[in-house]
């Protein structure tokens, strides 16, 4: 696809279940970003991947988070024993690299919309 | 560390009258910033950037942003507004000459309201 990809669109469960998130980048993408975006705290960087390894885990707000990434292309971010403050939009977000001195744009996907009831 | 505040977190304007979203950043490093627009329902699509070029950046749908480094500003203008532009404006830092994989910090974000 011309975009970034996310799945599900909308996802609803119930407290202390776990949830998987899915991300498939722009093809070509070495860099991907997971971010989350909730009322009250905004916008807020969780982790990001160079190729498959995520050399800055620092922004997952507990260790019920989790991400991976595969074959340098998608990610699966894993929220266990739901908590309602997760309730959240999570976006994923890709650039054509990483770090340095260029800077590169990121491209976001549309979303997963997270309720937990 | 980099921080990033949105003056307004809303703005209302009439229909072909100007826009100003105003962004002040904080950055350890030489920053690059963004403005991003996410209209409802829709996914962040990035308007424009700075990168130590131009100071003056133009980007999609008529915007433009100036880069004041004395001000550590980046606001967002537009001469004319229109109903299409009703939307919520992210301005966003990165810092660059880090190893930090361009990690993005957003502002709080400015919600447009275009009158007709």
């Known amino acids: 696809g011309a975009g970034v990809s996310q799945s599900p669109s909308n996802k609803v469960t119930e407290k202390g279940k776990d949830v998987e998130l899915r991300c498939d980048p722009i093809?070509?993408?070495?860099?991907l970003y997971w971010y989350r975006q909730s009322l009250g705290q905004g916008l807020e960087f969780l982790i990001y991947f160079q190729g498959n390894s995520a050399p800055d885990k620092s922004g997952l707000p507990s260790d019920r988070f989790s991400a991976e990434r595969t074959g340098g292309s998608v990610s699966t971010l894993t929220i266990q024993r739901t908590q309602q403050e997760d309730s959240a939009v999570y976006l994923c977000a890709s650039s054509p690299d990483y770090g340095g001195l260029r800077a590169y744009e990121q491209y976001f996907g549309p979303g997963t919309r997270l309720t937990v009831t | 560390a980099q921080s990033v505040t949105q003056l307004d977190s809303h703005v209302s304007v009439s229909e072909g009258t100007p826009v100003l979203l105003r962004c002040n950043y904080s950055s350890s490093y030489s920053p690059s910033l963004f403005w991003y627009v996410q209209h409802p329902n829709k996914g962040l699509q990035l308007l424009l950037k700075?990168?130590?070029?131009?100071?003056l950046v133009k980007g999609i749908n008529g915007f433009e942003a100036e880069f004041k480094k004395s001000e550590t500003s980046f606001h967002l203008t537009k001469p004319s507004a229109h109903m299409s532009d009703a939307a919520e404006y992210f301005c966003v830092v990165s810092d660059r000459g880090r190893n930090a994989g361009n990690m993005l910090t957003f502002g709080g974000g400015t919600r447009l309201m275009v009158k007709p």
């Open positions: 700075y990168t130590s070029a131009a100071t």
């Open positions: 093809s070509g993408h070495t860099a």
